[in-house]
């Protein structure tokens, strides 16, 4: 991935650009044209969410299955290597 950062010594400005989108920072106050900067930064991420397509409740669920599916296989996994190891080491000692 791309990543440059640009220093301007007459706006004092930096720009992050990271090959497909561009964060700048005005540096000149706390005030800017649209407000301060706190209140531009919830202005644009109520915008950033207005963007997002968000799962359906069945999509939800789904995922949610599958995710708590492969975590208990993969505890019930590491659980029966746990064993193995246990029984190889007690073999190995005695």
């Known amino acids: ?12 400005t930096v720009a992050l650009t990271t090959g497909c ?7 000149d106050g706390a005030r800017g044209r649209k407000g301060n ?3 531009r930064f ?3 991420t109520r915008s ?10 069945r999509e939800a669920l789904n995922m949610t299955a599958i995710v708590l599916g492969v975590t208990i296989l993969m505890a019930a996994g590491l659980g029966i290597v746990d064993w193995l190891f246990t029984e190889l080491f007690a073999l190995v000692v005695r």
Do not use: I
């Not at 989108?21 to 540096?27: F, G, K, L, T």
């Open 42 to 44: 919830l202005r644009e």
């Open 48 to 57: 950033e969410l207005r963007k997002v397509v968000w799962p359906t409740r």
């Open 37 to 39: 900067f706190v209140t």
């Open 1 to 12: 991935m791309f990543l440059a950062v640009l220093f301007e010594r007459r706006r004092e």
């Open 21 to 27: 989108e561009e964060v700048s920072m005005a540096r």
